[in-house]
């Protein structure tokens, strides 16, 4: 990066800072071995990450957890309405997965969809929006918190299981070697239900059954990165599928409607955030190392708040779709049809 700063000539100007030069421009660190199911070889016990990975990754990764309390306190205010399910805790499975893969690679997720929805391109202007349901939400304000779609990303989607009759697919990927990742984000609760009360066997990574699996610290970024590498070389060589399960956490409720503490208590999620969130293991190894400074950090945390509230301003004043704009965009390329008694052209009148 470039800094140039243009003064009156015969000025003098004192600069005390900090240059890039002074910080670590790549590190290497020791990750957590990954348990493996039907493999030989596992992903490395190392990775390297460059500092302008680091911020990219930190940076993304606040975003999500920023954007996810900016829904939480809309949601309250009954701002936010519907079913709205939190992805924060879990930011570092969707910004690994990411750095693994390619976004020409398709991927389909299931209603905790919000971060992926930014790592796939989406904006925080167009979630936080549709959200709230305006006009310029993703999905046009039409879909709300389930159903965001971006381009190669299908999904949001608001049916328990509805990613894929499970055992069905395996077995057809399997036989017809698909180079597909499957991923279980397993943050440790089915809804209100602990995966011990739940599974006679919690090895997730091994319910392929014929289909090679890694189980994967979901809490690391540079771990589920390196994973999902070694996932994605594996399918891409012609080997087949792939499962993997990711150990992560989520520090809200199922849903906005779950407090999430009735389950579960208080200390246990404390717990969790002061021994391996995602972000601060993230900021400890980039400040450890020299990678960034605290003040670098912190400069990234207020820009990424403002860019927040910026977004939540537009998503609170948007004007929410016309009627007529509801039966738009369900077919692309194709002639409208009649469903139930509708189509595009049907006018639509408010009844209260």
């Given at each position: 990066?470039?800094?140039?700063?243009?003064?009156?000539?015969?000025?003098?100007?004192?600069?005390?800072?900090?240059?890039?030069?002074?910080?670590?421009?790549?590190?290497?660190?020791?990750?957590?071995?990954?348990?493996?199911?039907?493999?030989?070889?596992?992903?490395?016990?190392?990775?390297?990450?460059?500092?302008?990975?680091?911020?990219?990754?930190?940076?993304?990764?606040?975003?999500?957890?920023?954007?996810?309390?900016?829904?939480?306190?809309?949601?309250?205010?009954?701002?936010?309405?519907?079913?709205?399910?939190?992805?924060?805790?879990?930011e570092a499975c969707a910004?690994?997965?990411?750095?693994?893969?390619?976004?020409?690679?398709?991927?389909?997720?299931?209603?905790?969809?919000?971060?992926?929805?930014?790592?796939?391109?989406?904006?925080?202007?167009?979630?936080?929006?549709?959200?709230?349901?305006?006009?310029?939400?993703?999905?046009?304000?039409?879909?709300?918190?389930?159903?965001?779609?971006?381009?190669?990303?299908?999904?949001?989607?608001?049916?328990?299981?509805?990613?894929?009759?499970?055992?069905?697919?395996?077995?057809?990927?399997?036989?017809?070697?698909?180079?597909?990742?499957?991923?279980?984000?397993?943050?440790?609760?089915?809804?209100?239900?602990?995966?011990?009360?739940?599974?006679?066997?919690?090895?997730?990574?091994?319910?392929?059954?014929?289909?090679?699996?890694?189980?994967?610290?979901?809490?690391?970024?540079?771990?589920?990165?390196?994973?999902?590498?070694?996932?994605?070389?594996?399918?891409?060589?012609?080997?087949?599928?792939?499962?993997?399960?990711?150990?992560?956490?989520?520090?809200?409720?199922?849903?906005?409607?779950d407090p999430g503490v009735s389950y579960r208590?208080?200390?246990?999620?404390?717990?969790?955030?002061?021994?391996?969130?995602?972000?601060?293991?993230?900021?400890?190894?980039?400040?450890?190392?020299?990678?960034?400074?605290?003040?670098?950090?912190?400069?990234?945390?207020?820009?990424?708040?403002?860019?927040?509230?910026?977004?939540?301003?537009?998503?609170?004043?948007?004007?929410?779709?016309?009627?007529?704009?509801?039966?738009?965009?369900?077919?692309?390329?194709?002639?409208?049809?009649?469903?139930?008694?509708?189509?595009?052209?049907?006018?639509?009148?408010?009844?209260?």
């Amino acid at each position: 990066m470039l800094w140039v700063l243009l003064v009156p000539q015969g000025s003098r100007v004192v600069v005390s800072a900090r240059t890039y030069a002074d910080f670590t421009p790549q590190a290497t660190f020791d990750i957590k071995k990954c348990d493996l199911h039907k493999l030989e070889d596992g992903p490395p016990l190392q990775a390297v990450l460059t500092r302008e990975e680091g911020l990219k990754y930190y940076r993304t990764m606040q975003v999500m957890r920023r954007m996810e309390l900016k829904a939480d306190q809309l949601y309250k205010q009954k701002i936010i309405r519907g079913f709205c399910h939190l992805y924060d805790g879990q930011e570092a499975c969707a910004v690994g997965i990411e750095a693994g893969i390619n976004l020409t690679d398709h991927l389909i997720t299931a209603y905790r969809a919000h971060g992926y929805t930014l790592t796939r391109g989406g904006t925080v202007r167009e979630i936080m929006a549709e959200l709230t349901g305006r006009r310029g939400g993703i999905a046009k304000g039409k879909g709300g918190s389930m159903h965001m779609y971006t381009k190669n990303f299908y999904g949001g989607n608001g049916i328990v299981g509805a990613q894929g009759q499970i055992f069905e697919t395996y077995n057809m990927a399997s036989l017809w070697k698909l180079p597909c990742i499957f991923i279980c984000e397993n943050n440790k609760y089915g809804m209100g239900t602990s995966v011990e009360r739940a599974a006679a066997s919690t090895d997730y990574y091994k319910r392929g059954d014929f289909i090679p699996g890694l189980r994967v610290d979901g809490m690391d970024v540079l771990c589920v990165r390196e994973a999902t590498k070694f996932a994605a070389e594996h399918c891409r060589s012609g080997k087949g599928p792939i499962l993997m399960e990711l150990q992560t956490y989520r520090y809200h409720g199922h849903s906005m409607s779950d407090p999430g503490v009735s389950y579960r208590t208080r200390e246990e999620i404390q717990e969790v955030r002061s021994k391996s969130d995602p972000i601060s293991m993230l900021k400890d190894r980039m400040l450890n190392n020299n990678m960034a400074s605290v003040e670098e950090l912190k400069e990234i945390d207020v820009e990424v708040r403002k860019e927040i509230e910026d977004a939540a301003q537009f998503a609170t004043t948007d004007p929410e779709p016309p009627l007529e704009d509801l039966c738009n965009h369900i077919f692309c390329n194709e002639p409208p049809m009649e469903v139930r008694g509708t189509n595009p052209w049907t006018k639509l009148k408010s009844v209260s």
